[in-house]
Nanobody
């Protein structure tokens, strides 16, 4: 069982930055690929970024490529999402998730454990 707790959300103006953190419980954190997803009001949850268990490979949705950076610190059992050049359309609840395996995926169904989410609001 893995428990995930996100933090770092908030209100920011367009063009600003936020860094989300996701702290995971458990002693096998490096064996899980981690992902960030988001869900805007009235929309389905969508993939944002993912990182392999080792941290060696990262993947991004086209909408955030070049603006967001996913990283992880396996010694701290934490995954991060650095978000720069934020836009109003980035407003959503952001969730971190742990995959059942070490290979990162953009598929929501590949993730077994989910955090409770953190709200990100970007004002224009």
């Amino acid at each position: 069982q893995v428990q995930l707790v996100e933090s770092g959300g908030g209100l920011v103006q367009a063009g600003g930055s936020l860094r989300l953190s996701c702290a995971a419980s458990g002693r096998t954190f490096s064996s899980y690929a981690m992902g960030w997803f988001r869900q805007a009001p009235g929309k389905e949850r969508e993939f944002v970024a993912a990182i392999r268990g080792s941290g060696g490979s990262t993947y991004y949705a086209d909408s955030v490529k070049g603006r967001f950076t996913i990283s992880r610190d396996n010694a701290k059992n934490t995954v991060y999402l650095q978000m720069n050049s934020l836009k109003p359309e980035d407003t959503a609840v952001f969730y971190c998730a742990a995959s059942a395996g070490a290979y990162a995926s953009a598929n929501l169904r590949a993730y077994k454990y989910w955090g409770q989410g953190t709200q990100v609001t970007v004002s224009s």
